[in-house]
């Protein structure tokens, strides 16, 4: 049984392009988050996404990111127009219920830098 | 606010000592608290979950211990091995949910083992 699944793990970008990052979660989970991190810094959640839903998306900027996690395929992560900020390692992680009783698993993470 | 601090930052010690990394939150309520290992690259790793009324919790040479009424959580490595070299992240987690608020984590504590 696979684990948590995101690809690519490391994409280059310029200025201005838009990033696309995938996650697939382990099967019968249906649980999806997106957290980034900084160098040196802890993960900072993004998004929270069950089937088809935006569960929170408060850790999101309102501006140039969404997700998403449809009835069938992976959850994508979109960054519009990026910038230099943006560069980081962006995790995803599934659960098969609430992550308050439900044990997270990681995925290897995307690194993305923006040139 | 609820945070999760960690100390210490980073440490070094060589291969077969024992070490103890501490952590120290504000979370409340509580739900659990998990202790993450995040080698250089990879994505976080689960070591142990402990629920408010767990003292103490074993995996392999990993000891987790909780202390529900001072707010502090430790984890001790026993006889240390190379591959114990990575980030150790502590997460509190909400009684309430998975969202922005329900998983806040610590910043990790590098733990470099040198032969």
């Known amino acids: 049984n696979a684990g948590v699944m995101q690809n690519p793990r490391h994409l280059v970008r310029r200025r201005g392009q838009e990033a696309r990052l995938r996650c697939s979660p382990m099967k019968g989970h249906s649980h999806v988050y997106w957290y980034r991190q900084l160098p040196e810094e802890g993960l900072k959640f993004m998004v929270y996404?069950?089937?088809?839903?935006?569960?929170?998306e408060s850790g999101m900027p309102k501006e140039r990111f969404s997700a998403e996690f449809p009835k069938e395929g992976p959850s994508i992560l979109r960054i519009q127009q990026v910038v230099r900020g943006d560069s980081a390692a962006y995790f995803c992680?599934?659960?098969?219920?609430?992550?308050?009783?439900?044990?997270?698993?990681f995925g290897e993470g995307s690194r993305l830098t923006v040139l | 606010k609820n945070q999760v601090e960690q100390s210490p930052q980073s440490l070094i010690i060589l291969e077969g000592k024992n070490c103890t990394l501490q952590c120290n939150y504000t979370v409340s309520p509580f739900s659990n608290l998990r202790w993450y290992k995040q080698d250089t690259g990879r994505g976080p790793v689960s070591l142990t979950i402990m629920t408010f009324s767990e003292n103490t919790k074993s995996n392999g040479r990993y000891t987790a211990t909780l202390d529900a009424d001072t707010k502090q959580s430790s984890l001790h490595i026993t006889a240390s091995q190379l591959s114990d070299s990575a980030s150790y992240i502590c997460?509190?987690?909400?009684?309430?949910?998975?969202?922005?608020?329900?998983?806040?984590f610590g910043k990790g504590t590098h733990l470099i083992i040198q032969p």
């Open positions: 997460v509190v987690i909400l009684y309430s949910g998975g969202g922005a608020d329900g998983l806040t």
């Open positions: 996404l069950q089937k088809e839903n935006i569960i929170d």
């Open positions: 992680a599934s659960s098969d219920r609430d992550a308050d009783t439900g044990e997270l698993f």
